[in-house]
Nanobody
Framework: VQLQASGGGLVQAGDSLRLSCAAS????????MGWFRQAPGKEREFVAG????????YYADSVKGRFTISRDNVKNTVYLQMSSLIPEDTAVYYC????????????WGQGTQVTVSS
């Protein structure tokens, strides 16, 4: 599975931003997709996930109610809609994929920088 993330940028606190992750190379019905982020000096953390088949979603507590993960079956693209952004959301965001029967995300896209100014 090849993953291509895009959509990062510089925004102000309170703004919204949508990240995209285009997937190719495999049929995705047996995969789950996720967004992770890594802030400077911190470990990479899980942000949100979605099962391609069925669309069940998962969120980190820090983004619940502000971020929404979704998928487009036609475009093979996963989105992360981020609203009410705060400076603590500043990080490099990565999309990833895993086979649903494996808890480990084995496929990663390149990161996209999100910077939220106060």
């Amino acid at each position: 599975v090849q993953l291509q993330a895009s959509g990062g940028g510089l925004v102000q606190a309170g703004d919204s931003l949508r990240l995209s992750c285009a997937a190719s190379g495999r049929t995705l019905s047996s995969y789950a997709m996720g967004w992770f982020r890594q802030a400077p000096g911190k470990e990479r953390e899980f942000v949100a996930g979605i099962r391609w088949s069925g669309g069940r979603t998962y969120y980190a507590d820090s983004v619940k109610g502000r971020f929404t993960i979704s998928r487009d079956n036609v475009k093979n693209t996963v989105y992360l809609q981020m609203s009410s952004l705060i400076p603590e959301d500043t990080a490099v965001y990565y999309c990833a994929a895993r086979i649903v029967t494996n808890l480990k995300y084995a496929y990663w896209g390149q990161g996209t920088q999100v910077t939220v100014s106060s």
